[in-house]
C-alpha cells in the first residue's frame, strides 16, 4: 500500500495477527529519521475483518505492508494482482 500525496505526518504500518514482534517499526522509524521524513510507522494487530478499512485508511494518509495471516486476504482486495502474487496467493 503506498499513499497518495499528503501533507504533514505520513502515517505507515505492518498489519497482521501476531504482529508484536515486528522488527518493522524500529527499521522503518530508524530510517525515516536518517532520512529526516515526516513519518510514522506502527505495528497493528488487526482481524481479517479489520483489514479491508485499515488498509484505506492507511493508503489515505501513507501506506504499510501486511504479515500473516493476511497476505492471502491482502491480495484478494488488488485490482491488478501481479502474476507472482497470483501464483503465490500472497502479497505485501
Keep these: 500500500m503506498s499513499g ?3 501533507r ?3 502515517h505507515f504500518a505492518v498489519l497482521g ?3 508484536a514482534q515486528s522488527l518493522s517499526p524500529l527499521m522503518h522509524q530508524a530510517a525515516y529519521a536518517a532520512c ?10 488487526c482481524s ?21 495471516p493476511h497476505k492471502s486476504a491482502a491480495l ?6 501481479t502474476l507472482l502474487a ?3 496467493d500472497a502479497c505485501n
Design 76 to 81: 484478494a482486495m488488488l485490482d491488478r494482482p
Design 8 to 10: 504533514g505526518t505520513r
Design 36 to 45: 529526516g521524513l515526516d513519518a510514522s510507522y506502527h505495528a497493528i494487530r
Design 48 to 68: 481479517a475483518a479489520e483489514l479491508p478499512d485499515l488498509m484505506r485508511r492507511l493508503s489515505e494518509t501513507g501506506g504499510g505492508n501486511v504479515t500473516r
Design 4 to 6: 497518495a500525496s499528503h
Design 86 to 88: 497470483g501464483r503465490l
Design 17 to 19: 495477527d501476531p504482529v
